[in-house]
């Protein structure tokens, strides 16, 4: 099984600030790796997939890269609506799917 | 829009059954295959099972196989999570997600399973 980590778990910053999330695989994924955010009491909301596609919908802002074990997620400017959980998810051995524990992201 | 909408969850003691659901709107159905998804208490997200677009290939993680069973009918544009012999690690947030491989493209609400007695 491929095992994803995330760092750091919590990470605490302002509105404005330049915020970059991490995630490792226990093995190469390629390109395979989607983010989520998730904030509370609602459902997880898909980013970013192989790698560094925006989702449709998602703001420029957010942007994703990485390939093989190492993998980043950068929101260039914070805004208010930007705190929440962020997780996450290798898929190369899709239709099995392993997620990373999530990383808070939250004011400052 | 696309809509997925969970139901069946509730407080159920251990060893006890039972059955969720995923109605779908929105979209063609029939078409994509479909994944479940829980969530613990204050925990990260666990992917715990996958059914093919015409139900024929199923999957399922290690933490549930041979206790939860995934199905569907496309008829009904629906989903079903039939989860038996619960424990109290089973309690969480059941969501029923779209696979657009690469990714999980939309989620349903969730509907929450606790187990206890």
């Known amino acids: 099984d491929i095992a994803m980590t995330q760092s750091p778990a919590t990470l605490s910053m302002s509105p404005g600030e330049r915020a970059t999330l991490s995630c490792r695989a226990s093995q190469s994924v390629s390109t395979n790796l989607a983010w989520y955010q998730q904030k509370p009491g609602q459902a997880p909301r898909l980013l970013i997939f192989?790698?560094?596609t925006r989702a449709p919908g998602i703001p420029a802002r957010f942007s994703g890269s990485g390939s093989g074990t190492e993998f980043t997620l950068t929101i260039s400017s914070l805004q208010s609506e930007d705190f929440a959980v962020y997780y996450c998810q290798q898929y190369n051995n899709w239709p099995t799917y392993s997620f990373g524990q999530g990383t808070k992201l939250e004011i400052k | 829009d696309v809509q997925l909408v969970e139901s069946g969850g509730g407080l159920v003691q251990p060893g006890g059954s039972l059955r969720l659901s995923c109605a779908a709107s929105g979209f063609s159905f029939s078409s994509y295959s479909m994944n479940w998804v829980r969530q613990g208490p204050g925990k990260g997200l666990e992917w715990i099972s996958y059914i093919g677009s015409t139900g024929y290939t199923i999957y399922y993680a290690d933490s549930v196989k041979g206790r939860f069973t995934l199905s569907r009918d496309n008829a009904k544009n629906s989903l079903y999570l039939q989860i038996n012999s619960l424990r109290a690690e089973d309690t969480a947030v059941y969501y029923c997600?779209?696979?657009?491989?690469?990714?999980?493209?939309?989620w349903g609400q969730g509907t929450l399973v606790t187990v206890s007695s």
């Open positions: 997600a779209r696979d657009a491989p690469p990714a999980l493209d939309y």
């Open positions: 192989t790698a560094s």
